[in-house]
Structure formats: structure tokens, C-alpha cells
């Protein structure tokens, strides 16, 4: 079955690691890939996203992803985390089906920084 | 303020009560859907709409009914819920593929128990 994979569920870091979680599809064709993260207690806000053009997407707070078509992947980095990111991260593909953007999520990671 | 506004936040109901969760967008999107969130299962959509009048089903349908009379709304409905729907509900609204790649805007979430 088509869908969104993360690999990884639960990540620990120390603050001042380097991030990168990955993530991987199973569909053919033109795709829009974002990211979203859910800091605790609150929805989903978008953190990047590609639609077309540079494979590598800067997004907010210092994070960003890189498009790897031949991998089917768009993995998450960033050099240095902080504290604040700890939140929850959904990789999410959007492709068209009917004339509208079907989007499927992965199943997150959950990222906990350690002071 | 651009936003996807969700009521309530937090529902507990007990089995078989109807109920309807509401949800509201300011910015004219086309397409809004529904999506339940569980651990380890990341989103999974419930219903979608691209417009006034035109639903349908998502991944994960069962036991849900929308409706979608005005382009700024599109509520939830459990006609007679039931424990396995005990979940954390985001609606979020997006502009359709065709007009533009766009990225979905989120609700804060509702968090519903039934008991």
C-alpha cells in the first residue's frame, strides 16, 4: 500500500545535537512534501514545505529538509536543537487525486530535548 | 487573523449520545477535512469536502457523518459514538491543487472521550 513512512517513533537529543529524522514515501508522481510539528498541547503548524524547484527547503526556527526524489525521501535536519523543540514531527505527502491534494501523513516522531 | 477554529476542545460524552463538533475557517478555503489523531497511528482523515455540498469518505469513515452547507463550516457528526472513537480530532481547511500548491491550516484540536 501507498503511504508515509517514519522511521524513526521517539527520538532524545541533548541540546546543541544535530537533528535529522527521516522520512519516506511510496508514491509514484508528482508530490508536495511538508512538515509539520505539534509543540504539547497544541495543533499542527506547518514547518516547511516543497513544492517544486530547490530540493533543499529552508523552513522556520532553523530547520530544514531536503527532497531526495531517487531515495523517495525528505528528511528533517537541523545543526543545533534547542529545548523548545520538543514537539511531535509529521512528514506528510500531498499528491493529486480527483483534482484536489490528497495528503497523507506519517506517524510522527516524537522529539525530546534534554536541557 | 487567518485561522481554522474547533468547538469544543475537550468533550467527554458517554456511549450512544449524539454529538457534533464544530468547525470554522476565515479564509475562504475550497477544501476542508477532517482528521483523527492516535498514538502511534499519526492523522488519518475522517471526511473531506471540496466544496459546498460535496463530501466524502476518507481512510477512516466509520461511525462519522459531515456536512458541509456553508463554505466557512464543516461540522462532525457522531450520530451514536462509541469508546473506540475516543481520539484527538483536528479539522483543517486548505485552498484545492488546482488554484495553487497550498499547505492545510489546522484547528486547535478536539479531544473527545467517550465513556
Known sequence: AQSVSQHNHHVILSEAASLELGCNYSYGGTVNLFWYVQYPGQHLQLLLKYFSGDPLVKGIKGFEAEFIKSKFSFNLRKPSVQWSDTAEYFCAVGRNSGGYQKVTFGTGTKLQVIP | ?115
Open chain 2, 1 to 115: 487573523e487567518a485561522q481554522v477554529t474547533q468547538n469544543p476542545r475537550y468533550l467527554i460524552t458517554v456511549t450512544g449520545k449524539k454529538l457534533t463538533v464544530t468547525c470554522s475557517q476565515n479564509m475562504n478555503h475550497e477544501y476542508m477535512s477532517w482528521y483523527r489523531q492516535d498514538p502511534g497511528l499519526g492523522l488519518r482523515q475522517i471526511y473531506y469536502s471540496m466544496n459546498v455540498e460535496v463530501t466524502d469518505k476518507g481512510d477512516v469513515p466509520e461511525g462519522y457523518k459531515v456536512s458541509r452547507k456553508e463554505k466557512r463550516n464543516f461540522p462532525l457528526i457522531l450520530e451514536s459514538p462509541s469508546p473506540n472513537q475516543t481520539s484527538l480530532y483536528f479539522c483543517a481547511s486548505s485552498l484545492l491543487l488546482r488554484t495553487a500548491n497550498t499547505e492545510a491550516f489546522f484547528g486547535q484540536g478536539t479531544r473527545l472521550t467517550v465513556v
